[in-house]
Nanobody, 127 residues
């Protein structure tokens, strides 16, 4: 059973930075994963933030976070990060890590099905 555990959320002022982490465990078979960060603000639909193919690198960013957020990984692709700089009040949301087994050629778009989800970590940005 794959488990995803996020950490790193918190409260910051506009313009500040946070780094979210997501540790993946439980799958010893799949060599490649699509990993993604999603977020959901109160009263709004969940939206994709950034995705990465663990074999080939970052694959997609939402327009609203380009040039501010960076998705990355380390520790044999087990740990996923989201570095968030230049935070804005509109970035306030619950942030979720998600994943699915993939191939090295997968584009990992947020519209694809992600069966594995973390519990979420809250990010609050004050003006």
């Amino acid at each position: 059973q794959v488990q995803l555990v996020e950490s790193g959320g918190g409260s910051v002022q506009a313009g500040g930075s946070l780094r979210l982490s997501c540790v993946r465990s439980g799958d010893t078979y799949s060599r490649t994963y699509c990993m993604a960060w999603f977020r959901q603000a109160p009263g709004k639909e969940r939206e994709g933030v950034a995705t990465i193919n663990t074999s080939s690198g970052p694959t997609w960013y939402a327009d609203s976070v380009k040039d501010r957020f960076t998705i990355s990984q380390e520790r044999a692709e087990i740990t996923l990060f989201l570095q968030m700089n230049g935070l804005k009040p509109e970035d306030t949301a619950m942030y979720y890590c998600a994943g699915r087994p993939a191939s090295v050629y997968s584009t990992c778009l947020p519209e694809s099905q992600y069966p594995y989800w973390g519990q979420g970590t809250q990010v609050t940005v004050s003006s």
